[in-house]
């Protein structure tokens, strides 16, 4: 990579995690100190955990139109801005119904759209893999801290303080991208008028990508509904060191995938290491069955967590190939709703699923979404939805 791309990278990937440890900080303590909300009841803190996902489903494909029409840096301003206000709510609030309101307008802030689209325009096409790595792997690592630094702050000062440091981050999200993040030197255009985002709908190979990233969060999220029970139980492991497993998991699956993505891509077998990588998600299924134990459940988490880094590498970085410049933000905004509806359904799925057969009815479901998925994708291999229906 060259320095522009370098820096730009540094600046997006730093922003990624900004946003995302804010986020991940609730999800380990919102449950435990919920209960200090008036009106408060299991469900209502459960649609304030979703109602980000699905604020953040709703508004990503308008959001990265007006950044191809507008720019993607003012977007991404008035989005980390949006998201900080959401924060703000959430923190001073005392009543239930203000924390749903305040992720609602926190999940308002959607530029993950904005955000991949701007990553695009910086790279060069034989580097976006790597860019796409980068980010993906910023995720994990705000996930990693974030396991640890929630309970710590909700533990000095509540729920608030997560949502005051989040108000904080995003702050200086803006700062960064204003100070770090290079222009990219592309005019600004019109935006896609209709007969484009028509046809950009039409591509297969765009669906493909799409749907693709809609099974793997859904994947994901459900999957995680039992698994950290799941570690208490076979592995003894105490809830308040998980971390200690996430952490070295994730790095190790990293640094494998990379040299990975860099043969598929170098090789032009990106369609066969993403074929891969599909068999290897069934490791995450694997490692809920009831029969599996010990190492067997940690090398499983290995493979998995292997195989979701490199689609989540691949996925996003085929999307900017494909879709045409004109429509590359409508592009991103279709890839970052389907990612967010999948964490919304595969939620709200895991929960069900756990509650009436526990974790080996997740995992069986999860084998079924691993095979409906290889249909979609099997079916939409061809160029565009008219050929693929024939």
Not at 288 to 299: E, K, N, R, T
Not at 325 to 330: H, I, K, L, Q, T
Request: aromatic fraction near 8%; proline fraction near 4%.
């Amino acid at each position: 990579m060259n320095p522009v791309e370098r820096r730009a990278l540094a600046g997006l990937a730093s922003l990624y995690v900004f946003r995302m440890l804010g986020l991940f900080m609730v999800l380990p303590v919102l449950s435990l100190y919920g209960d200090e909300y008036l009106h408060s009841t299991p469900a209502l803190l459960g649609v304030a955990l979703g109602a980000y996902g699905l604020s953040q489903a709703i508004l990503q494909i308008p959001l990265g139109v007006l950044s191809d029409r507008w720019g993607r840096k003012p977007v991404i301003y008035c989005g980390l801005a949006i998201f900080a206000g959401g924060s703000v709510l959430a923190a001073v609030t005392d009543s239930v119904y203000g924390l749903i309101a305040g992720r609602i307008l926190q999940g308002a802030g959607a530029i993950a759209a904005a955000t991949m689209a701007l990553a695009a325009d910086l790279t060069r096409d034989e580097n976006r893999g790597k860019a796409m790595a980068v980010i993906g792997a910023s995720i994990g690592v705000a996930f990693v801290l974030a396991v640890v630094l929630g309970p710590l702050v909700a533990g000095i000062g509540g729920l608030s303080a997560i949502f005051w440091l989040t108000a904080l981050l995003a702050l200086l999200g803006i700062l960064l991208v204003w100070r770090l993040v290079p222009d990219p030197q592309v005019s600004l255009r019109r935006g896609p008028v209709s007969g484009d985002f028509k046809r950009l709908l039409a591509q297969g190979s765009i669906w493909r990508l799409v749907s693709g990233v809609f099974f793997l969060h859904l994947l994901l999220t459900m999957l995680f509904v039992p698994l950290p029970l799941t570690l208490v139980d076979k592995l003894g492991l105490a809830s308040e060191a998980h971390w200690k497993l996430y952490g070295p998991l994730m790095l190790g699956a990293f640094v494998i995938m990379l040299p990975l993505m860099r043969m598929a891509e170098k090789r032009q077998q990106v369609p066969a290491a993403m074929r891969l990588a599909l068999l290897g998600l069934i490791c995450g299924s694997v490692a809920l069955m009831p029969d599996v134990h010990g190492g067997w459940v940690i090398a499983s988490l290995g493979v998995f967590f292997i195989a979701f880094n490199l689609l989540e590498a691949l996925l996003p970085a085929q999307l900017t190939r494909v879709a045409p410049e004109a429509c590359r933000g409508a592009a991103t905004g279709l890839y970052a709703t389907l990612q967010f509806l999948g964490a919304f359904v595969g939620g709200s799925l895991g929960g069900v699923l756990y509650g009436q057969g526990g974790a080996g009815a997740v995992a069986t479901f999860g084998l079924g979404v691993l095979v409906v998925w290889s249909l979609v994708w099997w079916r939409l291999r061809r160029g565009s939805l008219a050929s693929a229906a024939v």
